[in-house]
């Protein structure tokens, strides 16, 4: 049983639009959630985190949303550039271990131009 | 800039070849991790290293073995490999346990299994 869950596996915005990745949790013991990145033939790159005891935070064009009664979280990407075209997976870490990435399954982002 | 090389892009093996795949990375990180990524699954744990020769089981270890006898390099051991072990395989470092610092990716090895 996933433990966190990417429903969308694709989506598509146009440039300039806001682009809005959602990402769902089970386990109410994790504590730290992570957004990362990644482009065909590499590895996934580090984007953006938030721990819960926060609500959001804001990186640039990014900015994560966390919704702990409702065990979810969110990547906005504003505005949204063809170069953002990826497949972006959530991540979320246990109070219990401080390594352990729980991934979700990925939504793949198209950005037309 | 952290990099982390896996030795091949990519692998194609039949099934019962015994299959390493390498990874290094130049950070002098302590802790190294290898999962796997399939379709509609994201990546799963197989084997984590905190230290060298020191190593843990994640999510999927079954049909895998590790092997870390220097800092840098974290091998990745298909004892006998099996068509259900074609994937993605990435290869992760990093430096700080405590501090929940995010990993860096390698750029990952394909392996078909015939």
């Known amino acids: 049983d996933q433990q966190v869950k990417q429903n969308s596996p694709s989506l598509s915005v146009q440039e300039g639009r806001i682009s809005i990745l959602n990402c769902d949790y089970t386990?109410?013991?994790?504590?730290?959630f992570l957004w990362y990145k990644k482009y065909p033939a590499e590895g996934p790159t580090f984007l953006i985190s938030i721990s819960s005891i926060k609500d959001k935070n804001e990186d640039g064009r990014f900015t994560v949303f966390l919704n702990k009664s409702a065990k979810h979280l969110s990547l906005h990407i504003v505005p949204s550039q063809p170069g953002d075209s990826a497949v972006y997976f959530c991540a979320a870490i246990g109070e219990d271990s401080s390594y352990k990435l729980i991934f979700g399954s990925g939504t793949r982002l198209l950005v037309r131009p | 800039d952290v990099k982390v090389t896996q030795s091949s892009r990519y692998l194609v093996k039949r099934t019962g070849e015994k299959v390493f795949l390498e990874c290094v990375q130049d950070?002098?990180?302590?802790?190294m991790f290898w999962y796997r990524q399939d379709p509609g699954l994201g990546l799963r744990l197989i084997y984590f290293s905190y230290d060298v020769k020191m190593k843990e089981k994640g999510d999927i270890p079954e049909g895998y073995s590790v092997s870390r006898e220097k800092k840098e390099r974290f091998s990745l051991i298909l004892e006998s490999a099996s068509t259900n072990q074609t994937s993605m395989y990435l290869c992760?470092?990093?430096?700080?346990?405590?501090?929940?610092?995010?990993?860096?990716f390698g750029p990952g090895t394909r392996l078909l299994v015939l």
């Open positions: 950070m002098d990180h302590e802790n």
């Open positions: 992760a470092s990093s430096f700080d346990l405590a501090s929940k610092e995010t990993q860096y």
């Open positions: 386990n109410s013991m994790f504590d730290y």
